[in-house]
């Protein structure tokens, strides 16, 4: 089948075929960790004192970061580095005893900053309104309205537990105990946990519902808040306990971003190549680090020696040749898309569970992944709590992104082995990647250029 160039945009993009090339290497180095440079901007933000964050990720949601943080009067200071993805930061905190203000906060589609930022805002004195991407209105806040609420804020809004919303506070948090479902997204745990340092008596906060998915980021958010000077306690199960304390600023190195180096590490899977990662970390709270288990259960070799991880194919010279997999991705669903687009090249069928959850991500990923697989001839179907892919892609076509980044790095790897597939709007990727043509072209002329 050929694409009907006539329905391409002028942002959609012909995903590279790669043909041949096989038992070769490429050298890819990712930018840092979306989820850790927001963690830390916000921190900093909240420090006593200036900090210096390293290697930060530079992408729309880390700027969606900055910028927010910079309406309620943290100042940012870029520090030239020579690295190719961008400068350091040098973070100035917020001042808590400005005078009562009013802004207009757009987050976007992030989520980390819908859910982050709003708390920060309760802590200063006067009206936030908060707005995203048409799509962000779709994406579940309830919990971090009613914890507002319950944390003695006004929050002003439509009633149906969605932005946009308006958060109005004299600035003073005095309530001690919440309890919160935090069973759509992981994220509004993290939200209340990271402001909760500023709370005049600090928080325990009780975790109600069905469990959370996407844990090691809720670890993730301890342990950046306990890098820092915060003290904060888990009890294992659902209770978490934040002490009142004012912390100096910090100075910190940003890992890469785990679950953006999967598109790479699946690109060798599909392709029977080599990639390989440096700066890979050998302790992490991020969940891209599942990868290590993920990946061999396709056949592919793995190995992390000297901070760098390095990922072979199973098939070299051949697609297809690689089986499907049964796999519980509750821990870390941000993979889940790249997960399924390995999938729908592999010989034997998937299934793909517990990650309900994704329904509110980005977009409706289940819907969506289901969708673009059946469309370029694959066998998808939704199930309660992920997607079974029950026969692999068979041709190109335009395959839809719904505005979501991991719907267009999953694309690229299915077009590797698959001529034909035009990627919607590839420049979402900046979302958290951005030069991730540039990025992607780069592997395969390494792999070509190996041949
Ligand atoms: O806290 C974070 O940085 C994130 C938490 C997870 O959210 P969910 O719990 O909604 O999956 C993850 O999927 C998202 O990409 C980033
Ligand atoms: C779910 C994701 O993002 P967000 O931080 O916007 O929730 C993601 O990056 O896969």
Redesign the pocket.
């Known amino acids: 089948m050929s694409v009907n160039n006539s329905a391409m945009a002028s942002g959609d993009w012909g995903a590279p075929t790669l043909s041949g090339a096989a038992d070769a290497s490429a050298l890819v180095e990712i930018p840092g960790s979306?989820?850790l440079t927001?963690r830390y901007l916000l921190l900093a933000a909240l420090a006593e004192t200036p900090s210096l964050i390293h290697a930060p990720l530079h992408s729309r949601?880390s700027q969606l970061m900055v910028q927010a943080l910079t309406q309620l009067g943290a100042r940012f200071e870029e520090i030239p580095t020579n690295s190719s993805f961008g400068p350091d930061l040098r973070v100035h905190p917020i001042d808590f005893s400005a005078p009562e203000r009013s802004v207009s906060i757009d987050v976007g589609?992030?989520?980390?900053?819908?859910?982050f930022v709003p708390p920060v805002a309760a802590l200063l004195s006067g009206s936030f309104a908060f707005d995203g991407d048409p799509h962000a209105r779709q994406?579940p806040m309830g919990p971090v309205i009613d914890s507002l609420r319950a944390l003695g804020a006004q929050v002003e809004d439509a009633g149906v537990g969605a932005l946009p919303f308006t958060v109005i506070s004299d600035g003073l948090i005095v309530a001690s105990e919440l309890e919160i479902d935090a069973s759509a997204?992981s994220?509004f745990a993290s939200a209340v946990l990271l402001a909760a340092c500023r709370f005049e008596n600090g928080l325990t906060l009780r975790h109600i519902g069905s469990p959370i998915p996407s844990m090691p980021h809720v670890e993730m958010t301890l342990e950046t808040m306990r890098q820092v000077g915060i003290d904060v306690s888990y009890d294992g199960q659902n209770t978490w306990q934040v002490a009142a304390s004012r912390f100096p600023g910090f100075e910190v190195t940003i890992e890469p971003d785990l679950?953006n180096a999967g598109p790479f590490l699946a690109a060798a899977v599909v392709s029977g190549n080599t990639v390989i990662i440096p700066r890979w970390p050998l302790e992490t709270t991020q969940g891209g680090n599942d990868w290590l288990e993920i990946l061999p259960a396709f056949g592919a070799a793995v190995s992390l020696e000297a901070g760098e991880l390095r990922v072979t194919g199973p098939a070299a010279g051949a697609s297809s040749q690689y089986p499907g997999l049964n796999w519980d991705l509750s821990e870390a669903?941000?993979l889940a898309?790249t997960v399924a687009a390995i999938c729908a090249l592999a010989s034997t069928p998937s299934v793909l569970s517990g990650i309900a959850h994704?329904r509110g991500?980005?977009t409706d990923?289940l819907a969506a992944l289901t969708q673009e697989i059946n469309r370029l001839g694959g066998q998808a179907q939704e199930t309660a709590d992920g997607i079974r892919i029950e026969a692999p892609v068979e041709h190109g076509d335009f395959f839809r992104t719904y505005d979501?980044?991991?719907m267009a790095t999953a694309a690229a790897i299915i077009g590797l082995q698959v001529p034909d597939v035009v990627v919607e709007n590839v420049e979402t990727t900046a979302?958290?990647l951005p030069g991730f043509t540039h990025l992607w072209q780069n592997m395969l002329d390494q792999w070509k250029g190996a041949q």
């Open positions: 979306k989820s927001n949601d589609l992030a989520g980390t900053v819908m859910r994406r997204s994220q679950s669903g941000e898309p994704l991500h980005e990923r979501d980044h991991r979302k958290t």
